[in-house]
């Protein structure tokens, strides 16, 4: 049986993780009290329940009785009642956003307080849980398609999870670098397909454009020094912290060779054991300006 304590940010999903597990045939329980859990885990390893997998939510709402948490999962412990901690992470700014389109109050948030400030005591006053979770997803760039992908590899699929996620994003620099990129690198420096007529309505999708990009000298060795260089890193940001890398590739428009090179990226880390999503964000923008 798989006994999962579902915990986190308010606001980085973790409403929509617990319907994802329920519909996943899990028994779940949201917002149960500190002091109930040994009794309700005393129940749910009972041979005589017949329970498969169980799944329970923890957070900010329990207050006080939060410190208490560690005591309670030191006696499931010493009693043989294994459990697994799924915590959601988020960044500050999504959290505001988020918190700002449903127009929904922090749980620490005054009732003329900030919601910044909500965010930052629950930062203080969840992170010894954080340090002893067993996964953490971070929802800050993720669709719910791709959170609910994650989760269903964990819990259901039973795959193997590195608790980071790498975000390989095409983007074009007459549009503005992406504010949450980690890593930034600009390739303009390879041979730009736009000026070819025929070649200017494809993208870094088509082959046509690849094999343009990709047949001289630089881009090959290029992709071969930064994947090297992003190897180099992934290990390091996770040691400091780090739960999602956002490697941003730019060239002008966003469309050809950047889209190319963060094919390749996506597809050379696709084999390591991290989570890896790829994101073209201005790969069709030129097309709707023209329209205009």
Same mark, same amino acid.
């Given at each position: 049986?798989?006994?999962?304590?579902?915990?986190?940010?308010?606001?980085?999903?973790?409403?929509?993780?617990?319907?994802?597990?329920?519909?996943?045939?899990?028994?779940?329980?949201?917002?149960?009290?500190?002091?109930?859990?040994?009794?309700?885990?005393?129940?749910?390893?009972?041979?005589?329940?017949?329970?498969?997998?169980?799944?329970?939510?923890?957070?900010?709402?329990?207050?006080?009785?939060?410190?208490?948490?560690?005591?309670?999962?030191?006696?499931?412990?010493?009693?043989?009642?294994?459990?697994?901690?799924?915590?959601?992470?988020?960044?500050?700014?999504?959290?505001?956003?988020?918190?700002?389109?449903?127009?929904?109050?922090?749980?620490?948030?005054?009732?003329?307080?900030?919601?910044?400030?909500?965010?930052?005591?629950?930062?203080?006053?969840?992170?010894?849980?954080?340090?002893?979770?067993?996964?953490?997803?971070?929802?800050?760039?993720?669709?719910?398609?791709?959170?609910?992908?994650?989760?269903?590899?964990?819990?259901?699929?039973?795959?193997?999870?590195?608790?980071?996620?790498?975000?390989?994003?095409?983007?074009?620099? !007459?549009? =503005?670098?992406?504010?949450?990129?980690?890593?930034?690198?600009? $390739?303009? *420096? #390879?041979?730009?397909? @736009?000026?070819? &007529?025929?070649?200017?309505?494809?993208?870094?999708?088509?082959?046509?454009?690849?094999?343009?990009?990709?047949?001289? !000298?630089? =881009?090959?060795?290029?992709?071969?020094?930064?994947?090297?260089? $992003?190897? *180099? #890193?992934?290990?390091? @940001?996770?040691? &400091?912290?780090?739960?999602?890398?956002?490697?941003?590739?730019?060239?002008?428009?966003?469309?050809?060779?950047?889209?190319?090179?963060?094919?390749?990226?996506?597809?050379?880390?696709?084999?390591?054991?991290?989570?890896?999503?790829?994101?073209?964000?201005?790969?069709?923008?030129?097309?709707?300006?023209?329209?205009?």
């Amino acid at each position: 049986m798989r006994f999962v304590i579902v915990t986190g940010m308010s606001g980085a999903g973790k409403t929509t993780a617990m319907k994802t597990l329920e519909d996943a045939g899990y028994f779940c329980v949201d917002n149960l009290p500190i002091q109930l859990i040994k009794r309700f885990a005393e129940i749910a390893y009972d041979e005589q329940i017949q329970v498969d997998n169980v799944a329970i939510s923890v957070d900010i709402r329990s207050g006080r009785a939060l410190s208490q948490l560690n005591a309670c999962l030191n006696y499931m412990k010493e009693n043989g009642y294994q459990y697994e901690i799924l915590f959601m992470e988020c960044s500050d700014e999504k959290l505001v956003k988020r918190f700002k389109e449903t127009r929904r109050n922090h749980p620490l948030s005054a009732k003329n307080g900030r919601i910044i400030d909500g965010i930052k005591k629950e930062r203080e006053l969840i992170g010894f849980i954080k340090d002893e979770a067993d996964y953490i997803i971070d929802t800050t760039n993720l669709l719910v398609r791709e959170f609910k992908s994650e989760l269903d590899k964990i819990f259901v699929q039973n795959m193997e999870y590195g608790n980071f996620i790498i975000t390989i994003m095409s983007f074009g620099f !007459k549009y =503005g670098i992406p504010r949450d990129s980690d890593i930034v690198q600009d $390739v303009r *420096f #390879l041979p730009n397909p @736009y000026y070819d &007529e025929e070649l200017r309505p494809l993208t870094g999708n088509d082959k046509v454009i690849q094999d343009y990009v990709m047949n001289c !000298k630089e =881009g090959p060795e290029f992709l071969d020094k930064f994947i090297d260089l $992003v190897q *180099f #890193l992934i290990p390091n @940001y996770i040691k &400091e912290g780090k739960n999602q890398l956002v490697i941003s590739i730019g060239c002008t428009g966003g469309k050809h060779r950047s889209v190319t090179i963060a094919n390749e990226v996506y597809s050379r880390l696709q084999k390591s054991t991290y989570t890896v999503r790829i994101y073209h964000r201005d790969i069709g923008k030129d097309a709707v300006v023209k329209k205009l």
